[in-house]
């Protein structure tokens, strides 16, 4: 065999072992873009190659060629096989029974792309809010998602159940998922260079802008401001989707706790809700949670005298809810990220803080969580006193990161006063329908 058949076959092996991966791990959120007619593609890719191989002879051949034939035969079965899965997990939880379904169904904010599958998720209870954000107005209109949003919530209140949580995106500049059809504004720290009384007249207008356009849809919480400070143009070298550097306000906390607060007034006044982020910041670490672990190694009397200033103003001076990032907090937590660790959201948060408002996690669909222990960072964050845990980027995770509670609250390993203690929080600030 000349060196061109070997290294042609050594390529066969790899592709067929490449689908295979691809095919047993076809609900990963890494592969979201096979779905649908990737996974048919995939499929079809399955049956061809090895159709082609046979044809080839290599059934013949016996031994190896024979190995071959059989990898290229089974992505199509593994395919199978974690659809069936799939389907499984999901049937169990659209089984859920009723009292559960609702008791922790209150803590999920899902993202979504099928409307008709969300809808079933609102009038069971099993979830409180939907996420929106591009994909649900991509090819469509503004009034499309209007609609679908209003339908929504009058099938909650067909089922007796209190209004969904409608969370959206839309910061400005980079991150403004709605826009268009929503006016596109400059990011917050556009304003940071104008004089103070300038920058609050504005950043109130921005916030007041924001709030009706997101009204007018029926979104009732936007996930903003970002109140981490903005970093080192170095500091961050491997920040590939959070853009922290592009989206943080300013490095001054005064500046950016005035500018917040602000855009936080105009929000309110226009009747929707905010939720600050991402505590406890990510200005500091090295890399991007999207993707990676992150630790904040700064000692803590620093970050409450420096980086916590904003966060610590604005709880404090509005109604905002507030985003726990999945970063490690090293000098309280160094084995877990802040987003389901008790010792800083109960400890810091709760105790230290005394705030008692409503907590949410960053998407728990995100490396740092996801590519760990999704089951176990659930259960910690409920039992840490978090109220809404948000899966965003992938809505079809949701049945997976439910079970997990579930299968926790049959077992007894959630902690009902943690609970309790937030349904009360959760009860007190539910939009209004």
């Known amino acids: 065999m000349n060196v061109f058949r070997r290294i042609g076959l050594i390529l066969v092996w790899l592709a067929g072992s490449a689908l295979l991966f691809a095919a047993a791990n076809k609900n990963d959120p890494y592969?979201?873009?096979?779905r649908?007619?990737?996974?048919l593609a995939l499929a079809a890719a399955s049956v061809m190659g090895a159709a082609v191989l046979i044809r080839r002879?290599?059934?013949k051949r016996?031994?190896?060629?024979?190995?071959?034939?059989?990898?290229?035969?089974?992505?199509?079965l593994s395919m199978l096989a974690a659809h069936a899965s799939f389907e499984w997990r999901k049937k169990n939880v659209l089984q859920t029974e009723v009292a559960q379904a609702h008791s922790l169904g209150r803590h999920f904010v899902v993202g979504y792309s099928s409307?008709?599958?969300v809808a079933v998720l609102a009038e069971k209870g099993l979830i409180s809010g939907v996420y929106v954000t591009r994909r649900n107005i991509a090819g469509t209109s503004a009034e499309r998602l209007r609609d679908e949003i209003s339908a929504l919530q009058a099938r909650r209140r067909a089922a007796g159940l209190s209004p969904l949580i409608v969370a959206a995106d839309q910061e400005g500049g980079i991150v403004s998922h709605l826009a268009p059809p929503l006016t596109t504004l400059p990011a917050l720290s556009a304003l940071a260079g104008l004089a103070p009384e300038d920058r609050s007249e504005k950043a109130e207008a921005f916030g007041r802008l924001h709030g009706h356009e997101l009204a007018a849809l029926g979104v009732n919480l936007n996930l903003a401001p970002v109140?981490?400070?903005?970093?080192?143009p170095t500091r961050n070298r491997f920040d590939f989707n959070t853009l922290i550097g592009h989206r943080a306000i300013s490095g001054d906390p005064d500046t950016v706790a005035g500018i917040a607060l602000s855009y936080i007034k105009g929000l309110e006044g226009a009747g929707l809700g905010a939720a600050v982020k991402h505590f406890p910041g990510l200005g500091r670490v090295r890399s991007d949670t999207h993707h990676f672990s992150a630790d904040l190694v700064t000692p803590v009397e620093q970050l409450e005298a420096f980086d916590w200033i904003p966060f610590r103003s604005v709880l404090a001076g509005s109604k905002a809810h507030l985003m726990v990032g999945h970063v490690t907090l090293a000098a309280i937590d160094p084995d877990r990220p802040a987003s389901h660790s008790r010792r800083v959201v109960d400890g810091i948060i709760r105790k230290r803080w005394n705030y008692q408002g409503v907590v949410m996690t960053d998407d728990l669909v995100m490396g740092a969580i996801y590519q760990r222990d999704v089951c176990t960072a659930v259960v910690e964050a409920l039992n840490a006193?978090?109220?809404?845990l948000l899966v965003a980027f992938d809505g079809a995770q949701f049945y997976r990161i439910f079970a997990c509670a579930a299968a926790a609250a049959t077992e007894g390993r959630l902690n009902p006063a943690m609970l309790r203690d937030s349904a009360m929080r959760l009860k007190g600030a539910l939009p209004v329908d």
């Open 31 to 34: 592969l979201i873009l096979l």
């Open 36 to 39: 649908g007619p990737g996974n």
């Open 57 to 59: 002879g290599y059934w």
């Open 62 to 76: 016996g031994g190896a060629a024979r190995l071959l034939i059989v990898l290229w035969c089974l992505p199509s």
């Open 115 to 117: 409307f008709s599958e």
């Open 227 to 232: 109140l981490d400070l903005r970093p080192e």
């Open 385 to 388: 006193g978090v109220d809404l």
